[in-house]
């Protein structure tokens, strides 16, 4: 057998294993089933690559996104280790070739949907493989208790029939005590090892800050931070707009989003990692294999989703060890702005249903009719032929798809993108002596900033409902500029490639899923209502409040976020207050205990967490607090 500790030198450059890293590695290497809970950056692939490569045969991998996977396979194939991802739109013929290449071209590595594992063909192929390890990451979509529940995770155990005797490791950077047992039960795990390291950075404070003028106190911490910086707004627009403004004030910042090409975020992120601009304003696409150790502050200007979100996007700062930041900067407007999309972002079940049918409708499906071919699908055409909010409709997309009822390949919403490449006076020119095309060129000037300094993503159905053409009039102008080099026009191959995965049911087919809909929309609430409690709470420890929420008893109080810098040295130990009253009712929840003991609310949840830390007391399922 190889030796694992020479495998994490020749391909990491690491020089020892990690704790707790070293002992998930010694129980998978002993074929034991593992929960491992490692915050952002805690280096959770490692715990299953190094198992793999040690073993005989092939780790199956499930994870929820493509560019994820892509990410990892990327990765791993420079180090020369083979691995290889599935992915949707491969006809039966490639995947054929793809599992002779894995049985028989000594793959390491294969990586895998939850969704693609629901076929039949697929799981007779993996019954085929010689497999040493069961790999899920993201294991918290697992739970309905979870940030992001997806119930596509729900069948993974299909795996466990498959493979029986592989072991199985589960891993997440953010879980609950109740989505860990959810995973557990689910994967019908037995004997199942628990690995969890602390939520709690010694070395990052978390501070929030209620001001009205945002952008203020933003130029206020570029002003006093030497060192890069991460800035997260909630909308693409936001992150161009505020890179913007800190360039007008003599910052160098970059932006980035998942509307940006390839080229484009690739540009921006070696800008970034460079520091020939230490600053990146982004959306929360920006994320994966962010590993850059010197960031000093992760700014939040828009607030999070969800408390999961907010530690991941916070964690990335300060991982070198060094005293780090986590800025959040909220007024009542944001928190107003935040419980209106709470209330509107989500479409009802009657929505879903009509969304549903109208598919069918869209493309003359019969009831009881299943047809295999994919069908072209554009979701601004559809929406504005049956007039509907296009964020619904993407939301209803993604919940059919997570239920397996439609599947919809990587190109949705992919768009053509323009460029110009004739100079601005050029372009006037052109534009006064055509007639035809100067609507158009008019309106692409108007509408896409920086078109001519790089390629801008556009959407010809749109255009053609500005000017008043049909859509196809605005495809041939396009394409006329571009063979007469006033533009460089990539018309976007096709739209997005929509399959129905089961016959026409219409409300029957929505009516079975209603339940897993109507869990994951209450799911999305609550966590966007727990992260309003976090940031409206501004008299317990930021620290304190996030260790709470995962049931991590690591400290009292931090010491150096904004709540510790304000209320130093004004609170009182009521602990034996406490110790007392639980006694007597062997289980209490905090609002119990407030009721009943004369203190500040404040002070009773420092002290429960100091109780929590020094192992006196335990919290069970149902936010109780008890006695050991």
């Known amino acids: 057998m190889a030796n694992p500790l020479q495998i994490l030198k020749t391909y990491w450059n690491h020089d020892s294993f990690r704790a707790p890293q070293d002992k998930i590695i010694e129980a998978v290497l002993n074929t034991k089933n593992v929960i491992a809970l490692l915050p952002t950056g805690g280096g959770k692939s490692v715990c299953f690559q190094i198992p793999a490569l040690v073993k005989e045969g092939v780790c199956i991998v499930v994870s929820p996104l493509i560019a994820l996977m892509q990410d990892q396979v990327d990765s791993l194939n420079e180090k020369g280790i083979k691995a290889l991802a599935l992915v949707s739109g491969t006809d039966q013929d490639e995947l054929i070739a793809q599992f002779d290449n894995i049985r028989f071209g000594n793959y390491k590595f294969l990586y895998l949907s939850p969704e693609r594992l629901q076929s039949t063909f697929i799981q007779e192929k993996i019954k085929q493989l010689h497999v040493n390890l069961i790999a899920i990451d993201e294991a918290h979509c697992i739970s309905e208790w979870g940030h992001d529940f997806r119930p596509s995770y729900r069948n993974i155990k299909v795996l466990k029939t498959l493979k029986p005797d592989a072991p199985i490791i589960a891993l997440t950077a953010t879980a609950t005590k109740k989505v860990i047992e959810d995973i557990s039960d689910s994967l019908e795990l037995k004997g199942v090892s628990i690995f969890k390291k602390s939520f709690y950075r010694e070395n990052l ?3 929030f800050f209620n001001t009205e003028d945002k952008l203020q106190r933003l130029l206020q911490i570029c002003t006093k931070t030497k060192a890069p910086i991460i800035v997260y707004a909630s909308s693409r627009n936001r992150t161009k707009e505020i890179a913007n403004f800190l360039n007008a004030n003599n910052f160098k910042a970059s932006y980035y989003h998942g509307g940006l090409t390839p080229s484009q975020k690739q540009a921006s992120f070696d800008n970034w990692i460079s520091e020939k601009t230490p600053i990146i304003v982004a959306t929360n696409a920006f994320g994966m294999g962010i590993d850059k150790s010197n ?3 992760v700014v939040h200007i828009d607030l999070p989703n969800s408390i999961e979100n907010y530690i991941q996007e916070a964690g990335r700062a300060g991982r ?8 959040v900067l909220y007024n009542a407007n944001d928190i107003r ?17 009509s969304i549903y049918k109208s598919l069918f409708q869209n493309y003359q499906i019969a009831n009881g009719e299943l047809l295999e071919d994919s069908f072209e699908f554009n979701l601004l055409e559809f929406c504005n032929t049956y007039t509907y909010n296009s964020p619904k409709v993407d939301t209803t997309l993604r919940l059919l798809h997570n239920n397996g009822i439609v599947d919809i390949s990587n190109n ?40 001519f300094e790089q390629e801008t993503k556009i959407n010809e159905f749109w255009l053609s409902k500005k000017i008043g053409i049909l859509s196809f009039k605005v495809v041939a102008i396009l394409e006329q500029l571009h063979s007469e080099e006033i533009i460089d026009y990539k018309k976007a191959t096709k739209n997005a490639d929509l399959y129905f995965l089961i016959p026409r049911e219409d409300d029957k087919t929505i009516n079975s899923i209603s339940k897993n809909i109507t869990t994951y929309i209450q799911q999305k609430i609550k966590k966007s209502e727990e992260l309003l409690q976090l940031v409206k709470n501004d008299e317990v420890c930021r620290s304190s409040q996030v260790l709470t929420y995962f049931n991590d008893a690591a400290i009292a109080t931090c010491g150096m976020c904004d709540v510790c810098l304000k209320n130093k040295n004004s609170f009182t130990n009521i602990s034996s207050n406490i110790i007392t009253y639980l006694k007597n009712q062997q289980q209490a929840s905090s609002h119990q205990i407030c009721n009943h003991i004369s203190s500040t609310e404040a002070n009773v949840l420092v002290n429960l967490q ?3 830390s020094e192992e006196k ?12």
């Open 205 to 207: 404070a978390y501070q």
């Open 295 to 297: 960031v000093r502050v």
């Open 320 to 327: 070198d060890g060094k005293k780090a930041f986590s800025a």
């Open 337 to 353: 702005i935040s419980l209106e999309k709470i209330k509107n972002a989500f479409p009802s079940i009657q929505e879903i249903k």
């Open 412 to 451: 949705y919403n992919k768009k053509s993108t323009v460029q110009f490449l004739a100079t601005s006076n050029q372009v006037l020119n052109y534009s006064k002596a055509n007639n035809t095309s100067s609507k158009l060129i008019k309106l692409l000037l108007r509408s896409y900033g920086g078109i």
């Open 610 to 612: 100091q109780l929590l």
């Open 617 to 628: 007391i335990s919290i069970n399922n149902f936010n109780q607090y008890y006695i050991n």
